[in-house]
């Protein structure tokens, strides 16, 4: 079920999660609440290491896996989840503004803009350099 308002369960369950996947070995360069303005709905971006490959598909089921074996499929479905590459263009410009370590921190940014984007509404756990071995575009 698409999320149109983002309450502290949904924040809670976001950092549960990046918790599962950072123990799992799995570990998010980027995770983060972000509102779609043109949806009306939040999604949890994250940018997970690319796995030898790994298909989408084969990576969003991966997650399932976490989502059921860590009790988190009530407070999310794979649907509310949003993968991106480490080199995403709007992870790259968040990336001017904000950095974070390897931690989960709870930063809100909201009505921001940078280089002439706005950033209607987001909620930071992570934010870190991609990895050296990806090129980060703009």
């Not at 950033?119 to 575009?137: F, G, Q, S, V, W």
């Amino acid at each position: 079920m698409a999320k149109t308002t983002l309450v502290e369960r949904d924040l809670e369950a976001g950092a549960t999660l990046i918790r599962a996947l950072d123990q799992a070995g799995w570990i998010p360069s980027a995770a983060l609440w972000f509102y779609l303005p043109d949806d009306e709905v939040w999604r949890l971006i994250l940018a997970l290491p690319e796995d030898g490959g790994l298909r989408q598909q084969d990576a969003y089921r991966r997650l399932a896996d976490v989502l059921e074996t860590n009790g988190l499929s009530e407070a999310l479905s794979v649907d509310d989840v949003g993968l991106a590459r480490p080199d995403d263009q709007m992870l790259t410009l968040l990336r001017h503004a904000i950095s974070t370590g390897p931690g989960i921190s709870g930063i809100r940014f909201t009505h921001n803009t940078i280089n002439n984007v706005l950033i209607e509404d987001a909620y930071i756990y992570r934010l870190e350099a991609p990895p050296h071995n990806i090129k980060a575009t703009a």
